[in-house]
Antibody, heavy 128, light 111 residues
């Protein structure tokens, strides 16, 4: 049974970098599937941030692409999210997830059947 | 970007009665591989989202058979045959054909 757990600071100052880690247990991130992040501002809907395939392409939401980096640490079976130059609009619950996406090139991605496994989520507040 | 529009946004229901949520996409969700990646998620209060339905009408593992999905092209529906108390929460449709986008959510509550 795969489990995902987010960790990281709950408070980030404006203009700084938000950094989160997702620790995966019960499944190796090198064994398949896409892994990524989704966020949910308080009281609002869900927004896909990006997804990656082990040793393959990483895909980002075009609205966040200039500020986001998702990377993997296969030795620790973890992956991370970095979001630069944050503002109050980036305040949200951040979920890590696993999905059966479909990559179709360097800049072409389909989330397919969507995230089938989710972490519990972690609230990150952007405030001075 | 593909826009997903759900209706209604709020749905008061009576226990044991049916409920229906509509989801419309701004363009066809038929993928080049022939599949239609329209999915439904349930988010109970204080919990992470949970996938209920994938590819229009396939129930995810462990999902009760009172949940069903239907539709094609740009118009889709989630139905709950008999609402139970544990069904309270927000329901999201999500398209996974063109990158991925979620609807605004429909809040289901008991009358």
């Amino acid at each position: 049974q795969v489990q995902l757990q987010e960790s990281g600071p709950g408070l980030v100052k404006p203009s700084e970098t938000l950094s989160l880690i997702c620790t995966v247990s019960g499944y190796s991130i090198t064994s398949g599937f896409y892994w990524g992040w989704i966020r949910q501002p308080p009281g609002k809907g869900l927004e896909w941030i990006g997804s990656f395939y082990h040793s393959g392409n990483t895909y980002y939401n075009t609205s966040l692409k200039s500020r986001v980096t998702i990377s993997e640490d296969k030795a620790k079976n973890q992956f991370s999210l970095k979001l630069r130059s944050v503002t109050a609009a980036d305040t949200a619950v951040y979920f890590c997830m696993r999905e059966s996406g479909l990559g179709c090139g360097d800049d072409c991605y389909s989330q397919g059947s969507g995230p089938e496994n989710w972490g519990q989520g972690t609230l990150v507040t952007v405030s001075s | 970007d593909v826009v997903m529009t759900q209706s209604p946004l709020s749905l008061p229901v009576t226990l044991g009665q049916p409920a229906s949520i509509s989801c419309r996409s701004s363009q066809s969700l038929v993928h080049s591989d022939g599949n239609t990646y329209l999915n439904w998620f349930q988010q109970r209060p204080g919990q992470s989202p949970r996938r209920l339905i994938y590819k229009v009408s396939n129930r995810a593992s462990g999902v009760p058979d009172r949940f069903s999905g239907s539709g094609s092209g740009t118009d889709f529906t989630l139905k709950i045959s008999r609402v139970e108390a544990e069904d309270v929460g927000v329901y999201y449709c999500m398209q996974g054909t063109h990158w991925g986008t979620f609807g605004q959510g429909t809040k289901v509550e008991i009358k």
